[in-house]
């Protein structure tokens, strides 16, 4: 029991959290949203999506705009105001523990697996350390918050947007049109904390980019012939899971424009198949590209491994082949002895694991953990059309 408190004391010095002690969740701490010990997961969740979208819905009601029938698109059928602030908004806060759990599950295994010699230790705490400061820095945080409020004055003196007719106000005269409540507070309070949430969530993924990339740079032990096929960081391909439910947010949000669209306004579903392509690649490439920072190190270690290797068995066979073959006597046959070398087919694997090596230390449960997110809101519009049952059909099609 004292070796397993030991272990993860030891570890807890390996490992950052990306959301513990920033700017934002030590505000929502300090006003006691946030627990001393804990997320307050479900009082925020609650909290920050009823004051984005209770008072919009309560205005809708009073002013006779919420259900169909009083007027031609009702704040009902905008399904983009409700994603963000009942679905998304709750998906980022819920994300937050998931990704700090599984942080501090697989980074330290840099040291447990070896990845990090003993002598690159303090160099590995050093980088987490910087990570800290940048993750407490208040001024990424400042900038988010002038991306958001520009974004909502942008939103305010442009013409309302296709969301807002619901919130539009139209007088006698057709050009005499202006926002009610409920559209004010969607640009001025809705809209701007639904922005802080999603552009914190970029920073973070920043942060895990900028974190791997000087972790990269320090004098990693790969090993090419490892089974993981990663040099040994296939453990990184865990981690892309923590920002599934983000993926998911944000896909939602996405995916809940088109499906207004094509519920309210005749558009066919066939014509969003490239749009749902790119979102699905440009989602994913956000997503993994911190693991990116990796590629160059292991291409490196792989065209070695490969060359390193390859001289092994080259040796190793040409030995055998003098040895059994030529009958000759050897002046120094141990290579053919080592247990650690063995048989011929032996001292090839280790070549083939080398020349198998992945260019990224990902595979497909990273690129799944987020791509399935993704493709569940697209496939929610889909139905809207098409039959489910075809849709899995063709799903199975492709993947069979």
């Not at 009902?76 to 908004?89: D, E, K, Q």
């Not at 993926?247 to 669209?261: F, T, Y």
Request: with cysteine.
């Amino acid at each position: 029991m004292n070796d397993n408190n030991t272990d993860n004391a030891h570890d807890s010095d390996l490992t950052i959290s990306l959301v513990r002690d920033d700017t934002v969740f030590a505000l929502q701490r300090r006003v006691g949203l946030i627990p001393e010990n804990g997320f307050g997961i479900l009082r925020r969740a609650l909290f920050w999506s009823m004051l984005a979208w209770l008072p919009i819905t309560a205005w809708a009601f009073v002013a006779n705009r919420i259900m169909p029938g009083a007027v031609a698109e009702p704040l009902l059928t905008h399904f983009g105001v409700h994603i963000r602030f009942l679905v998304a908004i709750p998906l980022f806060i819920l994300a937050e523990p998931m990704t700090h759990m599984i942080m501090a599950r697989y980074l330290p295994q840099f040291v447990r697996s070896g990845v990090i010699p003993q002598d690159q230790i303090p160099a590995f705490r050093a980088v987490l350390a910087d990570i800290i400061r940048l993750r407490n820095s208040s001024l990424p945080w400042v900038a988010i918050a002038i991306i958001a409020a520009s974004w909502t004055f942008a939103g305010a003196v442009a013409d309302p947007s296709h969301e807002l007719i619901w919130a539009v106000d139209h007088h006698d005269r057709p050009a005499d049109t202006e926002l009610g409540f409920g559209g004010w507070w969607y640009i001025f309070v809705g809209r701007p904390l639904f922005l802080m949430f999603f552009f914190g969530w970029l920073w973070r993924i920043v942060l895990v980019g900028l974190m791997f990339k000087r972790i990269s740079k320090l004098q990693l032990s790969i090993v090419p012939t490892h089974p993981d096929r990663a040099g040994g960081l296939g453990f990184l391909d865990e981690i892309p899971v923590a920002f599934s439910l983000v993926a998911l947010a944000i896909a939602s949000v996405i995916a809940s424009s088109w499906g207004h669209e094509v519920a309210y306004h005749s558009v066919n579903v066939l014509s969003l198949k490239a749009p749902m392509i790119f979102a699905a690649l440009i989602l994913l490439l956000i997503f993994l590209a911190p693991f990116l920072a990796f590629a160059p190190v292991l291409a490196k270690a792989r065209k070695q491994g490969i060359l390193d290797y390859g001289a092994i068995v080259s040796r190793h066979g040409d030995l055998v082949r003098r040895r059994w073959v030529l009958e000759e006597k050897l002046d120094d046959d141990s290579m053919l002895d080592a247990p650690e070398l063995g048989c011929i087919a032996d001292a090839g694997v280790l070549y083939d694991n080398a020349k198998a090596m992945r260019g990224v230390p990902l595979g497909k449960t990273a690129v799944m953990s987020i791509l399935v997110p993704i493709l569940i809101p697209f496939i929610c519009v889909l139905v809207i059309q098409i039959p489910f049952k075809t849709i899995l059909s063709q799903l199975l099609g492709a993947l069979i």
